[in-house]
Structures are given as C-alpha cells and as structure tokens.
C-alpha cells in the first residue's frame, strides 16, 4: 500500500461542474496536508494547505480533511478549462522534511 | 532571481559520465529538497538539507550526493549515472521543515 493514495484519473468535467479529488493517507502522524496543481511540462505550484479537520474555502477551491478517516479532498467549483492539470497530495508530519506525494490525479475540464 | 531556479534545463548524459544539477533559492529558506519525478511513481525525496552545513537522506539516496555550503545553494550529483536516473529532477524549499515547499522549474535528464 502506498502511503498517499490517489486515482490517478483521468477525470474530466464539464465546464462549470465541480471537481472532486482524493487522497488517502497512511501515516496516521500526519499533520499537513498540502494540494499542489502541476501543468504538463511544469513544475508543481502549491494551491491550497490544510492542517485543522474540517473545510478551508479559497477562492474556487475548498480543501477537506478528516483524519480519523485519513481522507483529504480538494474541490474546485466552477471548474474552468485552466485548471486541466495534475493535482498532487502531499502530507506530512510537523516539523519533518520527509514530505510523501501522491502520482497525482489527472483533470480534464472540457469547454 | 526571484524563487528558485535550477540548471541545466535539460540533458543528456552518458551511462557513467559525472553531472551536478544546480538549484539556488533567493528566499532565505532554511530548508531544501531535492525530488526525482517519474510517471506512475509521483515524486520521491533523493536528499534533504534542514539548514547549511546538514544535509540527509531521503528514500532513494542511492547514487546521488549533494552539499549544502550555503543558505541558498544545492547541488545535486550523479557520481556516475545510470540510465535507471533518467528523471526529472525537482529542486524545492520551505521556510522551515514541515512547511509548504516551493518548487524549482525541474531539469529533465536522459541518462543513455
């Protein structure tokens, strides 16, 4: 078993639908969880941290995390051809530079 | 310079020729990392360094040293590449450990 899990997809949406992207964790430890969205040929860029059980909002993105479950989401509402892209989990424990990556899920947004 | 840049952009190297892959950082970050990134396998931690002067190993270290003589520098080193190291090498930072880590533009190595 990996130690960050994602579907690696592809998952394609409509324009304007919602995604939904997720992650489950191993290391019951973890204590920061990150997003990253990674274009082709690009490297990855951070969109959204979590650390607190519960919903954070920014902008289109809202991050989830439940850690009794070891379950971290991102949705991206209103979802735009732009955000066709890779998406990254990553989590970690605090104070520990032994930061694990998910492969990645793969998001189309189709017009 | 702004963020972090990483050099060569790309190369093709030889089975068991030497080759450094350069990252500078201008943010002051204590720490940084340096990622492999192969398709189906996500990114993996080659070696770590938590301030100047230390550095660590991550889960395959194997082949590859680095240093770290200053805050902004680290290099990586293939003493003698493999073509089991044909990646794409990732160069990241963070404030501190355990932080959000800001990532280089990558060099994409062919090893034959």
């Known amino acids: 078993q990996k130690e960050v899990e994602q579907n690696s997809g592809p998952l394609s949406v409509p324009e304007g639908a919602i995604a939904s992207l997720n992650c489950t964790y191993s290391d019951r430890g973890s204590q920061s969880f990150f997003w990253y969205r990674q274009y082709s040929g690009k490297s990855p860029e951070l969109i959204m941290s979590?650390?607190?059980?519960g919903d954070k909002e920014d902008g289109r993105f809202t991050a989830q995390l439940n850690k009794a479950s070891q379950y971290v989401s991102l949705l991206i509402r209103d979802s735009q051809p732009s955000d066709s892209a890779t998406y990254l989990c990553a989590v970690s424990r605090m104070n520990n530079n032994d930061m694990r990556f998910g492969a990645g899920t793969r998001l189309t947004v189709k017009p | 310079i702004a963020g972090i840049t990483q050099a060569p952009t790309s190369q093709i190297l030889a089975a068991g020729r030497r080759m450094t892959l350069r990252c500078t950082q201008d943010m002051r970050h204590n720490a940084m990392y340096w990622y492999r990134q192969d398709l189906g396998l996500g990114l993996r931690l080659i070696h770590y360094?938590?301030?100047?002067?230390?550095?660590g190993k991550g889960e395959v270290p194997d082949g590859y040293s680095v240093s770290r003589a200053n805050t902004d520098d680290f290099p990586l080193t293939l003493a003698s590449a493999v073509p089991s190291q044909t990646s794409v090498y990732l160069c990241a930072s963070s404030d501190q450990v355990g932080e959000t880590q800001y990532f280089g533009p990558g060099t994409r190595l062919l090893v034959l």
């Open positions: 360094s938590n301030t100047a002067g230390t550095t």
């Open positions: 979590i650390y607190s059980n």
